[in-house]
């Protein structure tokens, strides 16, 4: 890793721009991974309901055994990195390179969007619905109520929905005559901040590096999804054997599962053609 020196540095770094987590809001952590990196999950199913019969012994029907399904969610994620600090790198730097801070950076620009990205892709594939369709700012609105109908069909709860988006379609919504004018958060004029409201949906500006390709959106509830995180582990060695300096070591180990009775809850909007 090269160092870049001079005589005289600003006080001052110039820090990178970085967005903060997103995907926490879309998942929960209802199930304890401690001490295992499987955890099986089960399900029951229910039976059709009969006719009544008034004659013979079986009048409610021809009883079958109550079955149930398993879903095995086993941690796939075990991402780590490390870095060293020179003194001479720190202290011809004016110490602007320095750990704990490198740290930090570290986390916000690689850790946070490796895991929100991981996670999106995850809900997204496993929706049970997924509309295809090439958003306009003409149809934006009407692509959302499409995605809301499907999951009301599905008897997905409307209580805990949220919309992640991408800057792309937010700015389509907005320029949609049918949501601005005739929507019913007219009077607010459209979304409101960087996380609003689409007909009583909070909606997330996600970047669009960090969304699967081709999503313009998906609704999501927080139950849907459990995404654990089994380790995290972040230290730094003051003074390592061999080095003189610092030595900056990072590890995570994480996973997100869609939940087999829940994914009705989940609903993609994709671009037809990608």
Not at 108 to 119: F, G, H, L, Q, W
Not at 190 to 206: F, N, R, S, T, Y
Not at 242 to 259: C, M, Q, T
Request: charged share 25%; net charge negative; glycine share 6%.
């Amino acid at each position: 890793m090269s160092v870049n020196y001079a005589s005289k540095y600003a006080s001052k770094v110039d820090e990178r721009f970085t967005t903060e987590a997103l995907s926490h809001a879309a998942v929960n952590s209802d199930y304890e991974f401690i001490g295992v990196e499987t955890v099986k999950v089960y399900s029951v199913p229910t039976v059709a309901l009969n006719d009544y019969k008034t004659t013979g012994t079986n009048r409610y029907g021809d009883p079958g055994e109550l079955d149930n399904e398993v879903q095995e969610m086993t941690l796939t994620k075990d991402r780590s990195f490390t870095f060293t600090i020179d003194k001479k790198s720190r202290d011809d730097t004016q110490m602007t390179i320095e750990a704990g801070k490198a740290l930090n950076r570290q986390i916000a620009e690689v850790i946070i969007p490796e895991v929100d990205t991981y996670r999106f892709g995850k809900i997204c594939a496993g929706a049970a619905f997924s509309l295809e369709k090439d958003v306009t700012k003409e149809n934006a609105y009407e692509s959302f109520l499409e995605v809301q109908e499907a999951l009301d069909d599905l008897e997905a709860p409307q209580a805990g929905r949220i919309c992640y988006c991408r800057p792309s379609y937010y700015k389509k919504i907005k320029l949609d005559d049918a949501f601005t004018k005739k929507g019913d958060m007219a009077t607010q004029i459209a979304i409101k901040g960087l996380v609003g409201e689409i007909d009583g949906v909070p909606a997330v500006k996600v970047p669009s590096a960090r969304m699967p390709e081709g999503v313009e959106f998906f609704i999501t509830n927080p139950a849907a999804t459990t995404a654990p995180n089994k380790l995290e582990d972040y230290t730094i060695h003051k003074n390592p054997p061999g080095i003189s300096g610092w030595l900056v070591e990072g590890r995570i180990r994480y996973d997100a599962f869609v939940l087999n009775s829940k994914k009705k809850a989940i609903g993609v909007c994709k671009a037809a053609t990608v």
